[in-house]
Structures are given as structure tokens and as C-alpha cells.
């Protein structure tokens, strides 16, 4: 008899949701080779094109080789309470704090990190978090460590939001709201200006998730709230190095009261080795690269919108305003089939999107543009999404 594992395992199968990991080769400026194919990645976060940046990468390669090993070593060899903290990630905190205006910045080892230490640290017992349906997975686990209440708003839905934080506000000593500002799914954003509007109505806090916004969008490079000057409306701002940053890492900008506390409670900032130096080193030599990427940040939403448009034109169903372009297919047996096809014969490394990582019945491409692609590489797309789904209806 097969285990359960096993049959839980062929379930998925028949479901057409097994995912499997397989080895991918970059080749440079947006190429990588997949099940031995050149393809055009577009399922990569790294916005900015940072990390396929041969002559950036040399510049920084160069700088290391002038500095002693302390800062270039692989591994900080401890937690950074006990004796894996350095300079380099203190300096890397006060660049962040200083651009972000923000009193404080804290790292943390990943994004995933930054949402499981935080939110189960600072809110407890007797406390509310209200989150976004649709936000990540980090979010959700977040919640479910804590042990404040929380319940989840329709994506968006601030009527609801504001109909939850009128019933329930008087009930909890702290009531925090959660929200991603570029949703990774759907790529649609947050309309910050409401929630702050909320936020001050209701005396709670905001907790922004800016992990698709950091690189990509404002002046410099901050993210959404930037964009939309309300920084200093934020208590809580998670960017994140893994995207746009083309790195590892997170940061929370807030008091530094907060910042004290977390350094003293959460667990996956304490129970954890820190950065490894060169990766902080990496990490401070990208953000001050990305601050004046501007010209970067206008070809790369100049892109996505005439992607976007071109799908509408076709008649293909897509969703959002962001860099993120979603392609919804419904089924996951078709969005896997499509998928192949598109990776098969279009040149395109195009990955299905499926439940739980979606909701039930929304399988999508995610397409990830990215700033070093041009239009010439993309106008193919939505003539094969075309012709597949015209052929799927016809197979009906
Ligand atoms: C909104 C959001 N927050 C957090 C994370 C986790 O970040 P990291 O990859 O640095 O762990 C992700 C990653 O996909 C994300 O999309």
C-alpha cells in the first residue's frame, strides 16, 4: 500500500498541481536555459535587471578585492546578538533609514523572516490584525504565529475593511492593518491614500509589505509609498533585497522603540545567523546603485503598459497597473499545458501560477517584466496567448 505521502503526492498529479524543482542556467540580460532551451525568463523578480548586470557585478568584484576579508567572508558565524553582527550591517541600516527618512531600520535574513518575526512579536493577545486576503504567504504565517486575533478582508475591499474596524475597533488595545502596496499575484496596488485615511479614523497601524515596490517605483527607488508621499504614514515598511534588489534580505523601517523591541523578541531575527558580510556588502552597494535607476523604473512601466494593452487588444484577460502582469487561464490543467507550450515553441519561460498559490479557478501566468527587456522581445506573446486560447475554444 502506498504511503500517504505518496497518494497525497499522485493527488496533486491528477490535480495537475505537482510542482517540481528544476535547475535553471542564466544566460545573461533576461536569458536562461530551461530543460534545454534558451528561453526569455519571465518569471524572475529581479526587476531592475540587477543581478544580470556582468559590468556591475565586476564593479562590485573590484571593490571587494580592496577590502580586508572581514567584509567580503561568507558567513557571519553567528546570530547578531551573539557575535555575528557587524559594522557593515549597521551602515547598511543607517543608509536605509537615511533614505527612507525613517528613525529606524532593522534587517532581517529574508522577507519571510521579516513577516514571521514581526507581526507575531508585536501584536498579541488582546490585539486585532486585519489582512488582505491576498496577501503572501509570509503575511498569512505571520498571523497564524500570533496570537492577536486576525481576520482577512476581501482583496481591496476597504468598504469591508472600514465596516470590520467600525464593529471591532473598541474591542482590541492595538488594531494594525496589513497590505502589500503591489500585490505579486494580481499585480494591482494598494490605494494607500484610503488606508491611511482609515488608519487615522480608526487610531490603528499600518503595516506595509513593499517587497514588489522597492526598485521599481517612486523617485528613488523606495517603493509605492514614496511614490505616493506618505512615508511617514507608515509604522511599519518591509522591503525586501530578493527582488528588485537582486539579492537576499529584508528591512523593516520603523521607531526606534520598535526596533529595540524586536531585536530583544523576535524569533526569526534572534534565533537565526545574520547576513553573511558579503551579502551586506552586496546588498549596500545595490541599494545605492537602484536609488538613481529612474530611467530604469519609466522604461520598465512603459513596457508593462503597452504589454498590458496589447493583451486587452487581443481580448486576453489580465489584471493590475504594475510590472506584474498576470494572464488568467482559470483551469490548471490548461494553465500547465499552455505554459509547456509557450516554453516548447514560443521561446517563453512562462510558469503556471495555481492553487493554494492563487485562488480555486484563477490558474494564471505571472509574467514578470523586467527592465533590461524590450518590446521586441515581448510582442510575440500575446499573438501565441491568442492563438492558444482561440484553439482551446475551438477544442471545446
Ligand atoms: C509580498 C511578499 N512579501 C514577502 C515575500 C518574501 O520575501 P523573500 O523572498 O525575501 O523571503 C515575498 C516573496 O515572494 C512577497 O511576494
Known sequence: MSSRYAKKLHDLELKGRFRELVPVEQYGAGIVKYKGRKLLNLSSNDYLGLGQDSELLQRFYQELDRVESGVSGFSA?????????????????????????????????????????????????????????????????????????????????????????????????????????????????????????????????????????????????????????????????????????????????????????????????????????????????????????????????????????AFTEKGIATRGTTNIVPVLIGDDSLALAQAKKLQERGGYLVLPVRPPTVPEGTARFRLSICANMQWKDLQELPLQIAAMASGAKSEK
Open 77 to 309: 558565524a553567528s546570530s547578531r546578538l551573539l557575535t555575528g553582527d557587524s559594522l557593515l550591517s549597521h551602515h547598511l541600516e543607517d543608509e536605509i533609514a537615511n533614505a527612507y527618512k525613517s528613525e529606524s531600520v532593522l534587517l532581517f535574513n529574508s522577507g519571510y523572516h521579516a513577516n514571521i518575526g514581526i507581526l507575531p512579536t508585536l501584536f498579541a493577545k488582546g490585539d486585532l490584525i486585519l489582512s488582505d486576503k491576498l496577501n503572501h504567504a509570509s503575511i498569512h504565517d505571520g498571523l497564524q504565529l500570533s496570537r492577536a486575533d486576525h481576520k482577512r478582508f476581501r482583496h481591496g475591499d476597504y468598504e469591508q475593511l472600514y465596516d470590520l474596524l467600525k464593529k471591532h475597533r473598541k474591542n482590541y488595545d492595538q488594531v494594525v492593518i496589513v497590505s502589500e502596496s503591489v500585490f505579486s499575484m494580481d499585480g494591482d496596488e494598494a490605494d494607500l491614500a484610503r488606508l491611511i485615511e482609515l488608519k487615522h479614523e480608526f487610531d490603528v497601524k499600518l503595516y506595509l509589505d513593499e517587497a514588489h515596490g522597492v526598485g521599481v517605483y517612486g523617485q528613488n527607488g523606495l517603493g509605492k509609498a514614496e511614490e505616493k508621499a506618505v512615508l511617514q504614514d507608515i509604522d511599519f515598511l518591509v522591503g525586501t533585497f530578493g527582488k528588485a534588489l537582486a539579492s537576499i534580505g529584508a528591512f523593516v523601517c520603523c521607531s526606534k522603540e520598535i526596533h529595540d523591541y524586536l531585536v530583544n523578541h523576535s524569533r526569526s531575527f534572534i534565533f537565526t545567523t545574520g547576513l553573511p558580510p558579503v551579502t551586506v556588502n552586496w546588498n549596500r552597494f545595490v541599494f545605492q546603485h537602484m536609488l538613481s535607476m529612474n530611467r530604469e523604473r519609466l522604461h520598465l512601466q512603459q513596457l508593462s503598459t503597452q504589454l498590458r494593452h
